[in-house]
C-alpha cells in the first residue's frame, strides 16, 4: 500500500506541474484579456522637459551636470542639496490616503498652495530637511506626484515653489 501512496503522490505532482507550466504559458502570451499589458516606459528624453534646471533654480541648488534620468519611480534628476522626482500615477484618492508614510501610513493635507484650481494634497517635512511629497489631480483619475528630498537646509517656501513649477508642466 505504501508504494501506490508513493506512485499517487508523484502523479499529482507532475499533473500540478504540467498545469502549472500550461497556466504560465498562457499567461505570458498575452491573450489573457485580464492582464494589461504594461504601459509604455518612460525614456531619459521623456524625462528632459519634467524636470528642467529653472526648478533647481527656485530650490537655490545647482544641478549636478546629468541630466533626468528615467528609474521605475519616474523621472529622477540630482543636486548636492538633494533630489527632485517627478511621476505619473492614477488612484488620486487612494494616494492621497495614503502619502504621509513617515511613521506608518497616513493621510497627505490639503494642498491649496500648489495653484489655483488645482486639487492637491501634500506631506512635507517639519523642518527645512525632509521630504515634500505631493499628488496633484490632473484628468480623470491621473495624477502627478512630486517628491522633493531635501538633504541640505532648503526654506518650505522654496519647495512649494519648485513643486508648482513641476505640477504646471504638462507631462
Same mark, same amino acid.
Given at each position: 500500500? !505504501?508504494?501506490?501512496?508513493?506512485?499517487?503522490?508523484?502523479?499529482v505532482?507532475?499533473?500540478? %506541474?504540467?498545469?502549472?507550466?500550461?497556466?504560465?504559458?498562457?499567461?505570458?502570451s498575452?491573450? *489573457?484579456?485580464?492582464?494589461?499589458? +504594461?504601459p509604455?516606459?518612460?525614456?531619459? +528624453?521623456?524625462?528632459? !522637459?519634467?524636470?528642467? *534646471?529653472?526648478?533647481f533654480?527656485? %530650490?537655490?541648488w545647482?544641478?549636478?551636470?546629468?541630466?533626468?534620468?528615467?528609474?521605475?519611480?519616474?523621472?529622477?534628476?540630482?543636486?548636492?542639496?538633494?533630489?527632485v522626482?517627478?511621476?505619473?500615477?492614477?488612484?488620486?484618492? /487612494?494616494?492621497?490616503?495614503? %502619502?504621509?508614510?513617515?511613521?506608518?501610513?497616513? !493621510?497627505g493635507?490639503?494642498? *491649496?498652495?500648489?495653484?489655483?484650481?488645482?486639487?492637491?494634497?501634500?506631506?512635507e517635512?517639519?523642518?527645512?530637511?525632509g521630504?515634500? /511629497?505631493?499628488?496633484?489631480?490632473?484628468?480623470?483619475?491621473?495624477?502627478?506626484?512630486?517628491?522633493?528630498?531635501v538633504?541640505?537646509?532648503?526654506?518650505? *517656501?522654496?519647495?512649494?515653489? +519648485?513643486?508648482?513649477? %513641476?505640477?504646471?508642466?504638462?507631462?
Amino acid at each position: 500500500m !505504501p508504494w501506490q501512496a508513493d506512485r499517487v503522490g508523484t502523479r499529482v505532482a507532475a499533473v500540478a %506541474l504540467l498545469l502549472g507550466l500550461a497556466l504560465s504559458g498562457a499567461a505570458c502570451s498575452g491573450d *489573457d484579456p485580464g492582464v494589461a499589458p +504594461a504601459p509604455d516606459p518612460t525614456s531619459d +528624453a521623456d524625462c528632459a !522637459p519634467r524636470v528642467p *534646471d529653472p526648478v533647481f533654480t527656485a %530650490l537655490g541648488w545647482t544641478a549636478t551636470g546629468e541630466p533626468p534620468e528615467a528609474t521605475v519611480r519616474g523621472c529622477h534628476r540630482e543636486a548636492q542639496e538633494g533630489y527632485v522626482e517627478v511621476r505619473d500615477r492614477t488612484g488620486y484618492d /487612494k494616494l492621497c490616503r495614503t %502619502l504621509d508614510r513617515s511613521g506608518g501610513v497616513g !493621510p497627505g493635507a490639503p494642498a *491649496d498652495w500648489v495653484g489655483d484650481g488645482v486639487e492637491a494634497c501634500a506631506v512635507e517635512p517639519a523642518g527645512d530637511v525632509g521630504q515634500t /511629497k505631493v499628488v496633484a489631480r490632473r484628468e480623470g483619475d491621473d495624477v502627478t506626484q512630486v517628491t522633493v528630498a531635501v538633504l541640505t537646509a532648503t526654506s518650505q *517656501d522654496r519647495v512649494r515653489a +519648485a513643486v508648482r513649477e %513641476l505640477v504646471a508642466i504638462d507631462p
